[in-house]
């Protein structure tokens, strides 16, 4: 993710968002289609670093995309509702695993074959999908990437610079930490596959409000103060997953860490937003 962020953030400055956005959809989409066949464990590692290196490239170059073509005064609202569908991601992809993958006709295997279907999606964009008119203006200043990078450190943008990957780092490493570690810690607590693909679809469902408070309140009490209150969340709610023990506990603080760990990564994304 790190690698495709890096490589499709210049790429979209230098051939357009729009070109970016359709490659790395096809990339992430068709390797994990490709998962299906999978003769071991090595072809699989590779498989998962070009969907992570699509994956990480869609990410800021779609809320690029979407933040350079609607007005400044909706700019931030709209940029946290296009992540809550992030969320509705995870919520199909909980409903997939704990239905299909149990099923000896669909296995892991047809799970990941479902995972392809996005690809199609691409064929709608590349006909219907406008590019960014901002892209122009940054291609007709032909500034180099080093340059770019300079400034983002220079006296005039080094705090916010600074801040804002400090912040990015907190958010997605405890955002990962939970849930890429979630499955594993429900069946270290006792309860089989099916079961806790179960729990961390309630779970998932607390994303969904946590970005649409956000969003709702950031155009009414200011994304600084909202950022504080969902970091703040966040950090309560990890502390208390943590300890958690008896399922009625363990559910409700990891949903509190879905709703405000969530709603800390629109926020966090309405600020770069602006910053930007």
Not at 241 to 261: K, R, T, Y
Request: one cysteine or more.
């Amino acid at each position: 993710m790190a690698v495709g962020a890096f490589l499709f953030g210049i790429y979209a400055d230098k051939k357009g968002r729009k070109s970016a956005f359709l490659f790395t959809l096809l990339m992430f989409s068709i390797a994990s289609g490709l998962r299906a066949f999978a003769w071991g464990l090595g072809s699989l590692l590779i498989l998962r670093f070009f969907i992570g290196m699509g994956l990480g490239g869609e990410l800021p170059v779609a809320s690029t995309l979407v933040s350079e073509s609607v007005e400044p005064q909706v700019r931030g609202r709209v940029v946290v509702l296009l992540e809550n569908f992030w969320a509705v991601g995870w919520i199909l992809a909980a409903l997939i695993a704990y239905f299909l993958i149990p099923l000896p006709a669909v296995g892991w295997r047809g799970a990941m074959i479902l995972c392809a279907i996005p690809a199609f999606y691409a064929l709608y964009l590349r006909f219907n999908l406008p590019d960014s008119h901002s892209h122009q203006d940054y291609n007709a200043q032909k500034e180099p990437i080093i340059k770019k990078l300079q400034s983002l450190l220079s006296s005039s943008f080094c705090p916010q610079t600074i801040m804002l990957w400090i912040v990015w780092f907190c958010v997605v490493f405890s955002y990962y930490g939970m849930f890429l570690w979630l499955p594993s810690v429900m069946m270290h607590k006792g309860f089989d596959m099916v079961k806790s693909f179960g729990y961390i679809f309630m779970m998932t469902l607390a994303q969904l409000p946590g970005y649409f408070t956000v969003a709702w309140l950031i155009e009414r009490v200011g994304r600084k103060w909202v950022l504080i209150a969902y970091l703040f969340g966040t950090l309560i709610s990890a502390y208390l997953f943590g300890i958690s023990d008896p399922i009625n506990q363990l559910l409700i603080s990891g949903a509190l860490l879905s709703f405000f760990n969530l709603g800390a990564w629109g926020a966090c994304l309405h600020a770069r937003t602006i910053y930007h």
